[in-house]
């Protein structure tokens, strides 16, 4: 007993901080979300579409009231069926209203059929609706603990007005339980689902990042950059960076300090890209950057200004004298689409000649076609 109290206690001071853990964990909670609603969805359209084959072959057995409950029930079952498949593909950011939509149909259908369907039986499908809906549906706790107890309370006030006084007495003290143990279950629930989203988002993180930087690594923003030209391949723009020197830095003033600009430089580009722009390491003293939805060379250019102009202020070495500089290359998809590798080639080209140039510049594919 002593365990279990231990484990309750630690898992509720856990879900103190569930907002924080909800905030960086909005993808897994909204992917696993979906996918309890398009199952609950259709299992419940399967049910009700069951229900009303049997207010038809039954017809005499079912009152006015019953085949019309039947007949919505259904229907909007089918549309939370339809949309949680297809809307919901296209608009995930809609996943916790339909969510909670969902969740009060069920109750209210749950509320309808235990109070004035079956005013002579428990309201059994009420009480597994408040223990199943916390266990499915991971949501900060709050706001299931509110929703949970609404309901139960809006259940309780017409079962004690339109249920006789021993059946609303049983229902009124199961829904109490129900309510408790539906919050508990949800407790250990989104403790195991909240845990095991972190562990996979970590090794998520170690797989796709690069150690040093925090900046994708080269397979991870080759893989990006690709999906995000699939969408758009006429449109987006890729920068490449190469450190001016890095060998001589190296050799001159150490590992150390080579890390050090590295770091540095990943910090420039962070702050002067845009927070929808594919950062990433390409390897050594490489870098690369790929604007996507942009045709505006300008954009780009001013970007890599800022950037040569944070390398220089803020990526000090051992030497006042010595500076950090880099060549950029920049190259713009053209109207007819490009594929990765062609979009490459030709910001490599153009890294190329702002090398040949004499470095601590950029050059534009676009402008020497």
């Not at 009303?52 to 079952?77: G, Q």
């Not at 508990?184 to 150690?211: P, V």
């Not at 991870?220 to 830095?249: C, H, Q, W, Y």
């Not at 990526?315 to 920049?330: A, C, Q, R, Y």
């Amino acid at each position: 007993m002593g365990r279990i109290l231990s484990y309750l206690f630690k898992s509720l001071k856990r879900l103190r901080f569930s907002r924080y853990y909800y905030t960086n964990c909005v993808t897994e909670i909204r992917n696993s979300n979906i996918r309890s609603l398009v199952m609950c969805s259709f299992i419940t359209t399967f049910l009700s579409i069951g229900f009303l084959a049997a207010s038809f072959i039954f017809s005499d057995k079912f009152n006015i009231y019953e085949k019309i409950f039947s007949w919505l029930y259904t229907l909007i079952s089918c549309f939370f069926c339809f949309s949680s498949a297809y809307l919901l593909g296209k608009h995930k950011k809609l996943t916790l209203l339909f969510v909670y939509a969902y969740m009060l149909f069920l109750s209210a259908s749950s509320i309808i059929t235990g109070v004035f369907l079956c005013k002579d039986r428990n309201a059994v499908f009420f009480f597994i609706t408040q223990t199943i809906f916390p266990v499915i549906f991971l949501d900060t706790p709050l706001r299931m603990a509110g929703l949970s107890l609404v309901t139960v309370i809006v259940f309780d006030i017409l079962a004690f007005l339109f249920k006789t006084p021993d059946r609303y007495a049983i229902d009124i003290m199961n829904s109490i339980i129900f309510l408790i143990t539906g919050m508990l279950l949800s407790i250990f629930t989104a403790n195991i689902k909240l845990n095991e989203f972190i562990f996979q988002k970590a090794i998520k993180t170690e797989r796709d990042t690069d150690g040093l930087t925090g900046l994708l690594n080269k397979s991870s923003m080759m893989r990006e950059i690709r999906k995000s030209m699939t969408n758009a391949p006429e449109n987006g723009i890729l920068v490449m960076l190469d450190v001016d020197d890095f060998k001589r830095i190296n050799d001159s003033y150490g590992h150390v300090v080579g890390d050090f600009v590295i770091s540095g430089i990943a910090r420039c580009l962070n702050s002067s890209f845009r927070n929808s722009d594919i950062i990433g390491r390409f390897g050594g003293d490489e870098f690369v950057v790929f604007m996507p939805f942009t045709h505006d060379v300008v954009i780009a250019q001013s970007r890599v200004k800022k950037v040569l102009s944070l390398m220089a202020e803020t990526i000090e070495l051992p030497n006042e004298n010595d500076k950090v500089t880099g060549s950029f290359g920049i190259a713009v998809c053209s109207e007819f689409g490009d594929t990765y590798d062609d979009l490459f080639r030709k910001a490599d080209y153009a890294l190329y000649q702002a090398k040949s140039g004499g470095k601590n510049q950029f050059s534009v594919y676009e402008s020497m076609i």
